[in-house]
């Protein structure tokens, strides 16, 4: 059951005009003409972040959606708990805050197996999927904090360099240099009309010839992207699902195919791509609704794309498991300990997969499935 919130647009601002790149794009594939933009109804201001670019493009795109813009007179957001824990969520989903990194987003942390390090623009996501990753990762009212200190954050890229412990040090991916993942807590392209964060993080790896940035998104308006100066040091992921699981779990996200054509325009723009398959599940015909997203997928990419595929299989913790169920009371979202198999880690914390039959077989059909249909397409990993 998809979740009944939406907060999107059906059609784009009017400040979001259609770019060059847009009205000169090749015809195949199009993306959809109503591309979904999320309308955020509070823009909150940092009072530290206050004279950044960051709080200026959220003010002003987010005047034009319609949103409430609230200055702060301190660092501090208040008023989104509810009187309910689904109030406490409309609230914050429905809110984004331009604040400062905090020092310790300034520290960056190892990130195996997707790459060397997180680099965060931001914390929290707009979307609803009833399986999100970051429900148990983040406390409080799912509020979406955008960082403004950009330039000190960049500026902490090069002490990082040749330090990690995935591109860093494979021969295979040696080319991408020290790479660096911005999706880990947020979903940039979804947030990017009101940030333009990306674009400048694009512009900065641009110019990096040994770092390499890395994201994944849910989203698919990828007009302001196309242009930028890349180097090709930026790789676009996008993740997707077989259509009807994106269809019931996926809320406020971009549609499968306009993902798909997302991905298409960025690979004709020169950006490297990724698929980010992700969660798995093996719901009943699983290999006919999977198999239609790979040859899908294999369409809307032209013959030179350079594509890496990642493969994540849907799992839970129990904290997660807690929240997702007093977001989404209703989900049919298959949560059940019982019929997966248990993992911990060895700090003690307790994870939900599936059986290892479950994971063998489906493990199988995937890599075969995609040397067959995306014989390009470098498998970085499956888990
Ligand atoms: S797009 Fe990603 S981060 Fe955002 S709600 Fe969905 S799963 Fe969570």
Not at 143 to 148: F, G, K, P, Q, V
Not at 334 to 349: H, I, L
Not at 351 to 359: D, G
Request: hydrophobic residues 40%.
């Amino acid at each position: 059951m998809t979740d009944a919130l939406d907060f999107s647009a059906p059609t784009a601002a009017p400040h979001i005009a259609p770019t060059h790149a847009e009205e000169t794009a090749p015809p195949e594939p199009r993306p959809s003409a109503h591309l979904k933009l999320w309308w955020p109804r509070r823009v909150f201001i940092a009072k530290s972040a206050r004279d950044s670019a960051v709080a200026d493009r959220a003010r002003h795109v987010g005047a034009e959606l319609g949103a409430e813009i609230v200055e702060l007179s301190d660092n501090a957001v208040r008023g989104l708990k509810g009187e309910s824990e689904r109030e406490t969520y409309r609230n914050g989903k429905s809110s984004i805050a331009i604040v400062n990194a905090p020092p310790s987003a300034l520290k960056f942390q190892p990130i195996p197996p997707s790459a060397d390090f997180r680099l965060d623009l931001a914390r929290g996501c707009p979307a609803h999927c009833q399986y999100c990753y970051l429900a148990g990762s983040l406390s409080g009212p799912p509020i979406t904090r955008a960082y403004a200190n950009l330039d000190e954050i960049f500026a902490q890229v090069p002490s990082f360099i040749g330090k990690g412990k995935i591109t860093s040090k494979s021969q295979a991916r040696a080319h991408e240099g020290t790479t660096f993942e911005a999706s880990c807590y947020t979903d940039p392209l979804g947030i990017e009309h009101l940030t333009g964060g990306l674009e400048r993080a694009i512009a900065y790896f641009g110019r990096q010839f040994e770092a390499g940035l890395r994201f994944t998104t849910k989203y698919a308006r990828v007009d302001d992207l196309l242009d930028l100066p890349h180097n090709g040091r930026t790789r676009v992921r996008f993740s997707v699902n077989a259509e009807d699981i994106t269809r019931r779990f996926e809320g406020g996200t971009a549609k499968l195919a306009d993902r798909l054509a997302a991905m298409g325009r960025m690979a004709r723009a020169g950006y490297p791509v990724g698929l980010t398959i992700a969660p798995i599940m093996p719901l009943d015909g699983w290999q006919d609704s999977y198999g239609a997203l790979i040859r899908e997928a294999g369409a809307a990419l032209p013959g030179d794309a350079d594509l890496t595929v990642e493969l994540i299989t849907h799992r839970f913790t129990p904290g997660s498991r807690e929240v997702l169920l007093s977001w989404y009371p209703g989900t049919d979202l298959e949560m059940d300990p019982a019929v997966r198999s248990e993992k911990r880690n060895k700090f003690g914390g307790r994870k939900f997969v599936y059986t290892k039959e479950v994971m063998r077989e489906m493990k199988a059909w995937f890599e075969g499935r995609i040397a067959r249909d995306l014989p390009d397409g470098a498998i970085l990993y499956w888990t």
